[in-house]
């Protein structure tokens, strides 16, 4: 069973005018499609190619002779996540209930989880991502490198920004404090993170 690129959650257009439709024709289509087609190539006819993304991610973790494997995997497993992790007309306000109470308990507030959110993003050296994770139910900003992804670490996913230059370089340039500011302001998706800490 192959993997297929999954459907974009909205119109590549839809971004703008924060992230281009160009910028999501060559990230969407031709990055997060190469990462498919990268894992399909690796895992045919290997124990691996019946088993879910997430088994594949954890049972190749770790292991330098599987590293191939593992990066194509967990990048295809951050980019779903990351166009989740925004919509059009994003960033506002979190919905009340559990996940904001846990926001203002563990921040203050959503100023200041956008606050460590940004610092996380900006000083990841590198290509890697900024996340909101939950760890044994707390909330956490945490950063990673090229294709490593929270759930390796005992972290649950809630909400992510793709750092790597290919993200914003179209639109950005090398202003990548520019483009977390505009994704964290206009784009990012709270009701997402809301139901992935529930
Ligand atoms: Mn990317």
């Known amino acids: 069973m192959a ?18 439709a160009q ?3 060559f ?7 190469t990462y498919i087609t990268n894992l399909n190539n690796l895992i ?7 088993q879910t993304l997430e088994q594949i991610i954890f049972e190749t973790a770790g292991k330098p002779e ?5 990066n ?26 559990a996940f904001k109470t846990a926001v203002s308990k563990t921040f203050g507030g959503l100023e200041s989880l956008k606050a460590e959110l940004k610092a996380a993003a900006i000083s990841q050296f590198g290509s890697g991502w900024a996340w909101l994770v939950s760890e044994n139910g707390t909330l956490k900003i945490v950063k990673t490198s090229n294709a ?3 759930m390796i670490h005992g972290q649950k996913p809630l909400l992510t920004i793709d750092v790597w230059e290919h993200a914003y370089y179209l639109d950005y340039q090398n202003k ?3 483009y977390v500011q505009s994704v964290i302001d206009n784009l990012l998706n709270w009701d997402f993170a809301a139901s992935n800490f529930s």
Request: charged residues 15%; hydrophobic residues 35%; aromatic residues 12%.
């Open 3 to 20: 993997f297929e690129l999954p459907v974009l959650p909205y119109a590549q257009n839809a971004l703008e005018p924060f992230i281009s």
């Open 176 to 178: 990548r404090a520019d």
């Open 27 to 33: 990230h969407y289509g031709k990055h997060h499609q």
């Open 148 to 150: 490593d992804t929270p």
């Open 72 to 97: 194509n995997a967990a990048q295809n497993f951050n980019h779903a996540f990351y166009w989740k992790s925004m919509l059009p007309n994003g960033g506002g306000k979190i919905p009340d209930g």
């Open 23 to 25: 910028t999501l024709d």
């Open 66 to 70: 599987k590293s191939a494997i593992f």
């Open 44 to 50: 045919r006819n290997t124990a691996l190619a019946n």
